[in-house]
């Protein structure tokens, strides 16, 4: 009896214990998931699925489920053991309720080597729970299919039985709070480039999402033999590649087998170079992205360069009159991911993406340098490539130098060097200023004379500006329509490139509404990801939205503007007698007088711009590369997808 009451007492201030521990999650989430925006909303699920993966990685799971619902709830389901339901030694509940109760509860019970839970972003299930409306977690396990729910982190269902089972598995679903986020919406794109992601680092874990949203569910499924082989071809798709290098470069090793605990590892890395003249290296430590790099990929890249100049010289390759290749020259065109796994990584730098354990630089470098001087030494096709490829970019590197160099004399030299054909405004305060540029000459005009000259410029273009995704940036640079942007602009670019000297904050690309506009558009967006990334971080890049219709009374002089075509659509069902109206289909910027141009497209009060945000640089860049690529509808993809994310209504 005594010993009874005893273990009652302790589960009630246990329990007080945890409330008082999710309440905190409560109080402030952003110090547990980032945000409460949809980066945080989208947290929850990778909180989950992690958890999943380190059953995956433990070799215990092979699928995993993501489904979202119509009601926004989300379900992850895995095949792995199923969270333990038996009585916690010390906390005396279910395991399965101090997993999802307890803060930091997540993985401390068993001894798996490698976790992605216990990364950066590793705060536990419990904290899923805490930000949840609503939250069921079901186990099978031991033949039996357990039970238990919560809500805002509270019990409201003790663990009880709810059927049997032969397999085992765990399966929680999610009512994410709307007292906490933003936004309770989750966006099919984000769910669906994750978990490709985590699917191409943990070979043939099978990954399905579905959305019930849709009338008809959207089904996606993930599940790669060739782990980051695949990845490494998928990053590569559509782009030529170096011949002889259509199978990945594909390296793996691990620490010493008696290496301490604390010095542990293994690196792999699938690498491949393409025609192109920009690198695209994806680090991960435990499965996650470590965009700012970190010990991992330093001791990757100073491997590569070594290995490759060594290879050069003892095979009189590189002259000795040649100077050393740099690690940019041989890193021209290569895409790569790098993994790596380690028992306690330490994240840090200023989005803690950052891997900083010291002794992966050695460790990644001694593999690295293995496995590709060996690679190269049993390919010397291959390698012969590899070598030209970067000789190559080293020559550009000296050509680029001399042209931005020669950019930089005459703009000494000419003060006032400024494009001829750039219409000026007369504010000099770039904080108020515009630049707009205009596709043609014709519409050139028209811009100049419609706009507010006092803060407004005006840029023509002649023709097609160069694709700068295909030329290395010596051949960039020395194309005119290039350079008159650079000086027209005023920030230079490469080491030179400064936004404190940009000469307006508002860039304005305007384009005719059809497919060769679209092109123009995207060319000029590809320079500014290429040159100059930062005026686009920065919100200085615009994309101006003329009308496409203007609806007409008959008879009368003016009409309605109409900016896309659901809207017209929208109008056109309200017509009681269509024979009253006609519509006029402005094709080009040229059809407009200098009036409506002004009125619907260039007058800050009435104008739509839309602005070019990299919220996510990686499908940026994918997206970037994609519509330089043969394919005309990824094109328009980029185009539709992006410029609706960036809708924004300037008064
Ligand atoms: C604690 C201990 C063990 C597994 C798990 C938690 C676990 C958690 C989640 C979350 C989603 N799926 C999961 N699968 C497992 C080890 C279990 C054992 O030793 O039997």
């Given at each position: 009896?005594a010993?009874?009451?005893?273990?009652?007492?302790?589960?009630?201030?246990?329990?007080i214990?945890i409330?008082?521990?999710?309440?905190?999650?409560r109080?402030?989430?952003?110090?547990?998931?980032?945000?409460?925006?949809?980066?945080?909303?989208?947290?929850?699920v990778?909180?989950?699925?992690d958890?999943s993966?380190?059953e995956?990685?433990?070799?215990?799971c092979?699928?995993?489920k993501?489904?979202?619902?119509?009601d926004?709830s989300?379900?992850?389901?895995?095949?792995?053991?199923?969270?333990?339901?038996?009585?916690?030694?010390?906390k005396?509940?279910p395991?399965?309720e101090?997993?999802?109760?307890i803060?930091?509860?997540?993985?401390?019970?068993?001894n798996?080597?490698?976790?992605v839970?216990g990364?950066?972003?590793?705060?536990g299930?419990s904290?899923?729970?805490?930000?949840?409306?609503?939250?069921?977690a079901q186990?099978?396990?031991?033949?039996?299919i357990?039970?238990?729910?919560?809500?805002?982190g509270?019990?409201?269902?003790?663990?009880?039985e709810?059927?049997?089972?032969?397999t085992?598995?765990?399966t929680i679903?999610?009512?994410?709070?709307?007292?906490?986020?933003?936004?309770?919406?989750?966006?099919?794109?984000t769910?669906?480039d994750h978990l490709?992601?985590?699917?191409?680092?943990n070979?043939?874990?099978k990954?399905?999402?579905t959305?019930?949203?849709?009338?008809?569910?959207?089904?996606?499924?993930f599940?790669?033999?060739?782990?980051?082989?695949d990845?490494?071809?998928?990053?590569?798709?559509?782009?030529?590649?170096?011949?002889?290098l259509?199978?990945?470069?594909?390296?793996?090793g691990?620490s010493a087998a008696?290496?301490?605990?604390?010095?542990?590892g293994?690196?792999?890395?699938?690498l491949?170079?393409?025609s192109?003249?920009?690198?695209r290296?994806?680090s991960?430590?435990n499965d996650?992205?470590?965009e700012?790099?970190?010990?991992?990929?330093e001791g990757f890249?100073?491997?590569?360069t070594?290995?490759?100049?060594?290879?050069?010289r003892?095979?009189n390759?590189?002259?000795?009159k040649?100077?050393n290749?740099?690690?940019d020259?041989?890193r021209?065109g290569?895409?790569?991911?790098?993994?790596?796994?380690l028992?306690?990584?330490?994240f840090?730098?200023q989005t803690?993406a950052?891997?900083g354990?010291s002794?992966m630089?050695?460790?990644?470098?001694?593999?690295v340098?293995?496995?590709?001087?060996?690679?190269?030494?049993e390919h010397?096709?291959?390698a012969k490539?590899?070598?030209k490829k970067?000789?190559?970019?080293?020559?550009?590197?000296?050509?680029?130098?001399?042209?931005?160099q020669?950019t930089?004399?005459k703009?000494?030299?000419?003060?006032?060097?400024?494009?001829?054909?750039?219409?000026?405004?007369?504010v000099?305060?770039?904080?108020?200023?515009?630049?707009?540029i205009?596709?043609?000459d014709?519409a050139?005009?028209?811009a100049?004379?419609?706009?507010?000259?006092?803060?407004q410029?005006?840029?023509?273009?002649?023709?097609?500006?160069?694709?700068?995704?295909?030329?290395?940036?010596?051949?960039?640079?020395?194309?005119d329509?290039?350079?008159?942007?650079?000086?027209a602009?005023?920030t230079g670019?490469?080491?030179?490139?400064?936004?404190?000297k940009?000469?307006y904050?508002?860039?304005?690309?305007?384009t005719?509404a059809?497919?060769?506009?679209a092109?123009i558009?995207?060319?000029?967006l590809?320079?500014?990801?290429?040159?100059?990334r930062p005026?686009i971080?920065?919100?200085?890049?615009?994309?101006?939205?003329?009308?496409?219709?203007q609806?007409?009374?008959?008879g009368?002089k003016?009409?309605?503007?109409?900016?896309?075509?659901?809207?017209?659509?929208?109008?056109a069902?309200?017509?009681?007698?269509s024979s009253k109206?006609?519509?006029?289909r402005y094709?080009?910027?040229g059809e407009?007088d200098?009036?409506?141009?002004?009125?619907t497209?260039?007058?800050?009060?009435?104008?739509?711009?839309?602005?070019?945000?990299?919220?996510?640089?990686q499908?940026?860049?994918?997206a970037?590369?994609?519509l330089m690529?043969t394919?005309?509808?990824?094109r328009?993809d980029?185009?539709?997808?992006?410029?609706?994310?960036?809708?924004?209504?300037?008064i």
């Open positions: 009896m010993s009874k009451k005893k273990e009652a007492e302790d589960y009630g201030s246990g329990s214990k409330l008082e521990g999710l309440e905190a999650v109080k402030r989430p952003g110090m547990y998931i980032g945000t409460t925006s949809a980066a945080g909303l989208h947290h929850l990778w909180e989950i699925v958890n993966v380190d995956a990685m433990a070799g215990f092979n699928r995993i993501v489904t979202v619902h119509p926004n989300v379900t992850v389901e895995d095949n792995g053991r199923g969270i333990p339901v038996d009585k916690h030694p010390v005396k509940i395991t399965l101090v997993v999802l109760t803060l930091h509860a997540g993985g401390k019970f068993d798996n080597a490698y976790k839970s990364g950066l972003h590793g705060v299930v904290v899923v729970n805490a930000l949840s409306k609503r939250l069921i186990v099978k396990r031991d033949g039996k357990y039970e238990m729910q919560f809500s805002r509270k019990t409201t269902e003790k663990m009880h709810v059927g049997k089972s032969k085992t598995g765990t679903t999610f009512w994410p709070d709307e007292e906490i986020f933003e936004t309770t919406v989750f966006n099919y794109d769910l669906h490709q992601e985590t699917a191409f680092l070979k043939n874990l990954i399905t999402l959305d019930e949203r849709e009338l008809t569910p959207r089904t996606d499924e599940c790669y033999s060739g782990g980051i082989i990845f490494v071809k998928y990053l590569n798709e559509g782009k030529e590649i170096l011949p002889g259509s199978k990945p470069i594909y390296i793996e691990t008696d290496a301490p605990d604390e010095q542990r293994e690196v792999e890395v699938a491949q170079w393409n192109s003249y920009t690198e290296t994806m991960f430590a996650i992205y470590t700012e790099g970190g010990m991992h990929l890249r100073s491997a590569l070594k290995v490759i100049n060594d290879y050069g003892s095979h390759i590189l002259k000795e040649d100077s290749l740099t690690g020259d041989v021209e290569l895409t790569a991911v790098l993994s790596v796994k028992p306690d990584p330490q840090e730098g803690k950052k891997l354990n002794y630089r050695t460790l990644a470098n001694r593999i340098s293995a496995g590709m001087s060996e690679y190269l030494e010397p096709n291959q490539e590899i070598l970067a000789s190559q970019a080293a020559k550009g590197r000296l050509a680029a130098q001399k042209a931005r020669a930089r004399r703009g000494l030299l000419e003060s006032a060097a400024l494009p001829g054909k750039l219409a000026d405004c007369s000099r305060d770039a904080e108020m200023t515009e630049l707009f205009v596709e043609g014709s050139g005009g028209s100049k004379m419609a706009r507010d000259r006092s803060i410029a005006v840029l023509p273009l002649r023709g097609k500006i160069l694709n700068v995704e295909r030329v290395q940036e010596h051949r960039a640079l020395s194309a329509t290039i350079t008159s942007l650079i000086t602009i005023g670019v490469g080491p030179e490139f400064n936004i404190e940009a000469r904050h508002k860039i304005v690309i305007m005719d059809d497919v060769d506009g092109h558009r995207i060319l000029l590809t320079f500014f990801y290429r040159y100059m005026m971080e920065a919100g200085y890049i615009f994309v101006a939205q003329p009308p496409l219709y609806l007409k009374p008959k009368r003016n009409g309605k503007y109409i900016y896309t075509d659901e809207e017209l659509a929208l109008e069902s309200k017509f009681e007698d109206y006609t519509v006029q094709k080009g910027l407009m200098p009036e409506q141009l002004w009125s497209t260039m007058e800050p009060k009435n104008r739509i711009l839309l602005q070019v945000t990299i919220d996510d640089a499908a940026a860049e994918r970037v590369s994609d690529g394919q005309v509808e990824r328009k980029f185009i539709q997808t992006h410029a609706k994310d960036v809708r924004f209504l300037d």
